[in-house]
């Protein structure tokens, strides 16, 4: 915490040092040493860490308002200062520059940083994770098959038990910082921890039911048939769950169909979606996703209600099979939840997208026994599908945002404005970037999140009203 502190008081510090700077320019344009005082004066005090005003302004806003292109190609993005009035959690008005305000609002001032669109973290576990507590690297995964993981886990979940609750809410406020306000996490359904990690994932999430949505999968780690917990699952979606969650039904239920019939029964009879883990890069991967497919086809009460997590097995289809498997994905609803791996396997999640396939993306892991590595940024995301998928240029780099914010892009793909418009949710991160093809390159820091009108992370000035 004490860290905590000191960080924000580093970083208020070296914002006044750029506004003093500002302001010192500023003076040389002819404004009076008494006045830029009292400017300074004014920004320095008033640094506003929480805005829980039904109805106010947040001025100076950057907004993209059109590409600018050289013959064909977008060279540039055009952007504008608006003030956005805010009430009852929506973008009530866009008021542009030099606009009559209403009077009488409080006023909080965004000093020019750009809106982007809420991030949505899709896929994270945070029930179980090491963030908030010490370092601890995963144990060597070479020569380690996912049973091994699952071994581990049985003495592993104790210990974390404990603890889990504070954690999934550190991490809450991890995602917040980044932008991220919307979330889909996975919650172990097992014998070790039976119905716990569930029951206190669900008290991390309503300490914050004002300033994040979070949807659950009820996620059997142990094997759906392996660890004979169907009766748990069951339990779970009367819990407030929202899919059903499964696993590599070959590698770990050794009993492809019977697994998946058995999770998508759950699924049928409750009245959920699904969404499974599915790791498996062998042909057994292929025909799972193939079975996946025939049985939303023949249960039209799951269509637009499953999700594929991960889907290695996409990999390793021809193309013109993959073609033929993202048109039934896309014809059938199902999405595709990436984390947009490095290295091996290259995701054909371009070729999904354009055969008409809703791809999104997460974090998984931030800190846990299975990777050290996750920021929990998903800004960082669309940095990382930008770059392996040839994104560099500026329209290329602004639509690889889609990936992190469900679809949600400031521009459409002519160039209107497409978000944000007067009625919308009033949630929005805010960042140090001209336009959101050098956010997606450059990945800046986010200075203030908000949710449903609340700023949940981060700080904004305060403007006289
Ligand atoms: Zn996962």
């Known amino acids: 915490m004490q860290n905590a502190v000191s960080q924000s008081r580093r970083a ?24 830029a005082a009292e400017t300074q004066n004014c920004v320095e005090g008033a640094t506003m860490t929480a805005v829980t005003d039904n109805h106010y302004l947040l001025a100076d806003v950057r907004l993209e308002e059109s590409f600018e292109k050289e013959g064909d190609i977008v060279v540039a993005t055009r952007t504008a200062l608006y003030t956005l009035e805010i009430k009852d959690g929506r973008i009530a008005t866009l008021h542009a520059a030099g606009a009559t305000l209403p009077a009488g609002l409080p006023r909080y001032q965004a000093n020019g940083q750009l809106a982007l669109p809420t991030m949505r973290d899709m896929h994270i576990h945070l029930d179980k994770t ?9 144990r060597p995964r070479q020569g380690k098959t996912i049973m091994d993981m699952i ?54 999430l309503e300490e914050h039911k004002d300033d994040f949505v979070c949807e659950i999968v009820a996620f059997p780690q142990h094997g759906l048939l392996h660890s004979e917990v169907d009766g748990l699952m069951r339990e779970a979606m009367q819990m407030g769950v929202e899919y059903v969650g499964g696993l590599d039904p070959t590698n770990v239920d050794s009993a492809m169909e019977k697994s998946l019939d058995a999770m998508f029964q759950i699924a049928l009879d409750t009245g959920k979606g699904v969404d499974i883990h599915l790791h498996e890069t062998s042909p057994a991967g292929v025909a799972a996703i193939n079975y996946m497919i025939d049985t939303v086809e023949k249960n039209q009460a799951l269509k637009g209600k499953v999700t594929i997590s991960h889907a290695f097995a996409l990999t390793t289809l021809r193309p013109e ?71 560099s240029d500026e329209y290329r780099l602004s639509r690889s945002l889609a990936i992190s914010t469900g679809g949600v892009l400031p521009l459409a793909d002519d160039g209107t404005r497409a978000w944000p418009k007067a009625g919308d ?6 960042t140090s970037a001209s336009c959101s093809a050098e956010a997606v390159a450059r990945v800046p820091a986010r200075s203030a999140t908000f949710h449903k009108g609340r ?4 700080e904004v000035g305060k403007a006289s009203s």
């Open 12 to 35: 208020f510090l070296s914002r006044t040092g750029q506004l003093t700077t500002a302001v010192a320019v500023a003076g040389l344009g002819g404004m009076s040493r008494e006045a």
């Open 130 to 138: 090491f963030y908030g507590g010490p370092w601890q690297a995963p």
């Open 151 to 204: 071994a581990l886990e049985e003495k592993l979940l104790p210990k974390l038990l404990p603890t889990s609750v504070e954690r999934a809410e550190g991490l809450i406020a991890l995602l917040q910082a980044k932008g991220s306000t919307i979330a889909r996490s996975h919650c172990n359904i097992d014998p070790v921890s039976g119905l716990k990690s569930l029951e206190h994932l669900k008290l991390a």
């Open 321 to 391: 099979v993959l073609e033929e498997t993202a048109a039934r994905l896309a014809a059938n609803g199902m999405t595709i939840a990436s984390t947009v791996p490095i290295g091996g396997l290259m995701m054909p999640l371009p070729q999904l997208s354009k055969a008409g396939v809703f791809v999104m993306t997460g974090t998984d892991s931030v800190i846990d026994h299975w990777s050290p590595f996750g920021s929990g940024d998903m800004l960082e995301k669309a940095y990382l599908y930008a770059q392996l998928y040839r994104g």
């Open 425 to 430: 949710d009033a949630g929005f991160t805010l």
């Open 455 to 458: 700023l949940v992370s981060g």
